[in-house]
């Protein structure tokens, strides 16, 4: 009878595999291997060498499951230890100081003075099921990925087209999405040759397809030419600016209101509340630190303007209100009413007037 009992305790990493060999709770052997097939062959030649190997090892995602088809494929069991529970019994059973690294050794003495329990190993059939579904979960996370970059991609090019259907998510959509991505492509197509693309479009038929199409026109001559425009017509916005804001912001016709428009920005004021006590703290800058900085140019380079603008005039009288007052908070009201600005014009497709700005105050503030 073997009387002896022989562990490998292994920590994996992710391109090599230390291995720490223990007889009867002695050590009589460590040394790395490299987690391929000359590596795991290494392994296995000692696992030969023993009668009824114990081996143990924690789940580290990736790298172990190589290690553990291997040990499958040669019908060795072990013990497939979970990271936080290894720590956990390597502490409390063999009195490891927090700072000592949970390595090979420890994995090896922990198998050897208090043996866990084998890992069930499934049939080949579960093992597949297993795996392929690991495959579908990388490329569901993979598709939602890109779809969230595709959406980034698209608030640059033709942001108008997301208000084309109901569901700006289905198949059909982002068949349209890929043919027409940006807004020159569908006023530069012959309006029967989109009908008669939306028609090939899986149950669209003849009147869908024509109201989809004149709904994508109608878009299409929405889209940021005439944003860059109004936004141009405001003074201390040039075009580069302007595309920036444009690129920074969006469609900004999907905003409901203003304040959506500057809790997108970051410049929403931060409520306090404790019991009936209610105060306004900083701005959240919850939103884009560059919109802020794009907001704050303009009113510098608006005070520079040959046109006069009510922004910055409202810029200085805050500043002349009180010899206290900081250019912070008066540059985040102006910000505010910038914001509110860019609003109006572009929901009510109109250009910028000093005039109406200053007798109109309640249209634009």
Sequence with gaps: MDLLKTVFGIDVSSRKSNVCIMVNGQKVNDYAISNEMVGFNQLLDDLKQVTNPQIIFEATGVYSRRLQAFLDKHEFRYVLMNPLEAKRKTKDDLHQNKTDKLDALYLAKLQSE????????????????????????QALHDLITNKNRLHKAIQLTFPEIEHL????????????????????????????????????????????????????????????????????????????????????????????????LNAFVGVDPQVYESGSLAAHLSISKRGTAIG???????????????????IADYYEKRKRSSETASHKKAAIASIHKLLRTIFALIKNDQLYSYDVAKHNQRFLS
């Excluded at 208090?114 to 979960?137: F, T, W």
């Excluded at 878009?219 to 425009?229: F, G, Q, V």
Aim: charged share 30%; with cysteine; hydrophobic share 35%.
């Design 114 to 137: 208090h043996p866990q329990r084998l890992a069930y190993v499934q049939s080949e059939e579960y093992q597949e099921l297993m795996a392929n579904n690991r495959i579908y979960e």
């Design 165 to 260: 259907m109901a569901n700006p998510r289905g198949k059909n959509y982002w068949s349209i999405v890929l043919r027409f991505p940006h807004p020159d492509i569908v006023l530069e197509t012959k309006e029967a040759d989109i009908i008669d693309f939306l028609k090939s479009l899986s149950g669209i038929g003849e009147k869908r397809a024509n109201d989809l199409a004149q709904r994508l026109i109608r878009l299409a001559k929405l889209a940021p030419k005439r944003d860059l425009e109004i936004l141009k017509s405001i003074p201390g916005i040039a075009e580069n600016t302007a595309l920036r804001i444009i690129s920074e912001l969006g469609d900004i016709r999907r905003f409901k209101n203003p304040n959506q």
């Design 292 to 310: 802020r900085y794009l907001a704050i140019n303009q009113i510098q380079s608006a005070k520079k303007a040959r046109n006069p603008c009510h």
